[in-house]
């Protein structure tokens, strides 16, 4: 079985995944599958190697590792059956939803157990007068939405919602267009039905909005597929508003667009949405859209605001003058819901639009201060000089998640890693802003290395210790987020000599 990190989605790429650890030896692995097979039946275990290059790589195509084994469950009990099987034959695992995320945190272990919740996704219970609705992990976002509407909606909405699962979403704390208003994942998940790396079944909180004791549900929530799987998730719903507007603006340069963005925000509207794409990202989703949106503008400014009617109708016009008073001569209101969808359309094709432009391209994902937006966009495209690539930008320009698109050609010898190390500064860039190596997609494989920059090593041994408690075999989804992985037996900081050792009874190698 080929277990190797693929390096690159084309000829090369970033640097191989380190620390991830190996797996089981191959006799150990043959009587895992066999007992994979009975829990979950021959047919939803996948060993050969042309099946499993299907999960060798999530959104991130530069990173693929090829698992032993997949297997996909189809009940809680099964999971719990899977992830016991994999304990006692002390064989690493990782969750995996629908693999459209983009931070690598999906990718497989070599020798290790794939575990996919793709089969979950029955909608358990829809409580509207509670404004709750309980699904299995791999219901997908927009299924969520569409269960409880059109009365009501579920806010948090990923560009990739027709396809990512709400376990994905729980795990990466996901966001979305409407987070600056409605809030991130972690807002509206009230409880989890989880099985623990032991095996161990459990439920963390529940129909209601807060739970005394620790907050285990916070932690949880955003913990990317490391403190066990989710097999239940509850979740709060909201009322649909009664109206929604939505307009695009254009501008000549995103600084006069994070202008309109900043005039926006500080005379107290709060968007649903407000979205910003710059020249090249408006390039690239026109080629794929075809909304007519004009060639050579430095920005679109997408705004949609929804609420009471009076309140969108009178807010609206002014959100227009402010556009037009930061330099756009060309504002486009929706005049219909099918216009309306166009706009969402062309902002949410612009990750696989780019594409169109470019043979590959690294997603970043960096948060910083909105106010700090027109400085680091010039810091950005002064790097894309630097490193004479192209940098295309769209971002949820109300949170200040900017998702920098760093396009280069992997055919060319070195390419990939030069675009790696340009958005590695972008990441600085956003740091020194005051910001974070991540908005919304997770640290996965790809950014732990960055983590260090964010943290400093009392906290990383806060977070190994919560990681521990959860998971002292360390078995779920081990080499990801923390930057140098520990066994859990291990006094975290520096290292101390043990009294055995000192005594001359033991030693370290
Ligand atoms: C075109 C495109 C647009 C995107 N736009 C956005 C966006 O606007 N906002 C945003 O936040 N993200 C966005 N993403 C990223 C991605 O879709 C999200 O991170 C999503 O939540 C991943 O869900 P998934 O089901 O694909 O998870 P996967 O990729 O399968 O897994 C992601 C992580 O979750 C863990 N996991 C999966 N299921 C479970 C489970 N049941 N229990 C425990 N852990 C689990 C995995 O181990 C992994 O660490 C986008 C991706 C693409 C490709």
Not at 63 to 91: F, H, M, N, S
Not at 417 to 436: F, H, P, Q, V, Y
Not at 451 to 468: N, S, V, W
């Amino acid at each position: 079985m080929d277990g190797s990190v693929v390096k690159g989605a084309t000829p090369e790429g970033p640097a191989a995944v380190e620390g991830a650890p190996q797996g089981a030896p191959e006799a150990d692995l043959t009587a895992l599958v066999a007992e994979l097979e009975r829990i979950v039946g021959e047919n939803w275990v996948y060993t050969a190697e042309h099946e499993l290059r299907t999960y060798e790589s999530d959104g991130l195509l530069q990173y693929r590792v090829i698992p032993a084994a997949a297997v996909l469950p189809a009940t809680a009990e099964e999971v719990q059956a899977v992830v016991k099987a994999c304990a006692d034959a002390g064989v690493p695992w990782v969750a995996r939803g629908a693999g459209s995320g983009l931070s690598g945190g999906a990718l497989p272990i070599s020798d290790g157990v794939l575990i996919v919740v793709a089969r979950m996704k029955r909608v358990l219970d829809v409580d509207l007068a509670n404004q709750r609705i309980c699904v299995e992990p791999g219901v997908t976002n927009a299924n969520v939405s569409a269960a409880v509407g059109p009365a009501f909606f579920y806010p948090p909405d990923p560009s990739s919602q027709i396809v990512c699962s709400i376990g994905g979403n729980v795990a990466e704390n996901s966001g979305g267009a409407h987070c600056f208003k409605y809030g991130f994942t972690t807002n509206y998940v009230t409880g989890l039905e989880v099985v623990l790396p032991d095996g161990e079944l459990v439920q963390i909180g529940g129909m209601e909005l807060d739970h005394p004791g620790y907050d285990l549900l916070g932690a949880f929530v955003g913990s990317e597929g490391t403190l066990g799987v989710a097999t239940k998730v509850w979740l709060r719903v909201v009322p649909s508003p009664e109206t929604v507007k939505t307009l695009v603006a254009f501008f000549d340069t995103t600084r006069h667009a994070g202008e309109a963005v900043s005039q926006i925000v500080q005379a107290g509207v709060v968007p649903g949405a407000i979205e910003m794409m710059d020249e090249k990202a408006i390039e690239a989703s026109e080629q794929m859209a075809h909304a007519g949106y004009p060639a050579g503008r430095g920005a679109a400014l997408l705004v949609e605001l929804d609420g009471a009617e009076r309140e969108c109708e009178a807010r609206f016009e002014e959100v227009v003058g402010i556009c037009e008073a930061c330099g756009s001569d060309d504002v486009r209101v929706a005049r219909d819901e099918a216009e309306r969808q166009l706009f969402w359309k062309t902002r949410k094709a612009a990750f696989p639009a780019m594409g169109r432009i470019s043979p590959n391209y690294f997603v970043q994902d960096g948060v910083i201060p909105r106010t700090k937006l027109p400085e680091v966009l010039e810091r950005i495209e002064a790097l894309g000089k630097e490193y004479g690539m192209i940098v295309a930008n769209v971002f949820h320009a109300g949170d200040g998640n900017l998702h920098p698109l760093v396009c280069y050609d992997g055919r060319n010898e070195g390419e990939a890693e030069r675009a790696e190390e340009l958005s590695g500064k972008i990441l600085d860039a956003c740091l020194d802003a005051g910001g974070s190596i991540t908005g919304e997609h997770g640290v996965g494989v790809d950014k732990k290395k960055h983590m260090p920059k964010m943290f400093e090593e009392p906290d990383l041994d806060a977070f190994q210790r919560l990681r521990c408690a959860f998971d002292p075999a360390g078995l779920a989804n081990p080499g990801k987020v923390m930057p140098t992985p520990r066994l859990c037996g291990e006094v975290p900081g520096p290292y101390r000599q043990h009294p055995l050792e000192a005594a001359g009874l033991a030693e370290r190698f």
